[in-house]
């Protein structure tokens, strides 16, 4: 079954697709603990990335590292939310989708100081 609101085009689809993110940013932060970690972590790190000596290509990775380990953080959520509602059961292939998931966080959290350290001290 098709979703009722694929027919939506334009400005209402913009329109209803900005409320749809700002709820999916709500739910991460209301229920990830991990999400809200990284939210403090960009809040502090974001702002300082403009007092570094760093170029405005230097600053942009530097900002990019930080806000892909929240893009990354919140696509494994929505892995962990789609197998959590298929079934509760421990399963190998469960587990396998959740541990990826978790390795793709654990690898944009990695990429960040490899990224800030590349930009301040190269």
Do not use: C
Request: no cysteine; aromatic share 8%.
């Amino acid at each position: 079954m098709e979703s009722p609101h694929k027919g939506k085009t334009g400005l209402l689809r913009i329109w209803n697709a900005l409320f749809y993110s700002l709820d999916g940013l709500a739910a991460a932060f209301r229920h990830e603990d991990a999400f809200r970690q990284e939210v403090l972590l960009a809040a502090i790190l974001i702002p300082l990335a403009f007092f570094l000596p760093a170029s405005g290509t230097g600053r942009a990775l530097m900002i990019g590292a930080v806000l892909l380990v929240l893009i990354v953080e919140l696509l494994n959520s929505a892995v962990e939310a789609a197998v959590d509602r298929i079934s509760l059961e421990n399963h190998l292939l469960a587990k396998r989708a959740k541990d990826i998931g978790s390795a793709a966080v654990f690898l944009s959290l990695v990429n960040v100081p490899v990224i800030w350290a590349l930009v301040l001290l190269g």
